[in-house]
């Protein structure tokens, strides 16, 4: 059984990609008629991507 710290750090990596999966796949997608709110979704997908990379490299550190 994984330790409850290395669960929250798998559990919010999954919610951070399924967030990103969605700004791109439908939110973008979805207000195409508004340059604003276009480039606001772009802005937020680019910092959950961060964030995706940050939890994935500390995740990497604790498997070895």
């Known amino acids: ?3 409850n710290h290395l669960y929250n750090l798998y559990k ?3 919610v ?3 967030s990103l999966w ?3 796949g439908s939110y973008k997608d979805d207000s195409k008629e508004c340059k604003d709110c276009q480039k606001l ?3 937020l997908a680019k910092e959950k991507e961060e ?3 940050k939890l ?3 995740l990497k550190s604790h498997i070895k």
């Open 1 to 3: 059984m994984l330790d």
């Open 22 to 24: 969605r700004i791109k």
């Open 16 to 18: 951070e990609n399924k």
């Open 41 to 43: 979704w772009e802005e």
């Open 12 to 14: 919010q990596i999954v």
């Open 56 to 58: 994935e490299k500390h």
């Open 51 to 53: 964030w995706v990379d």
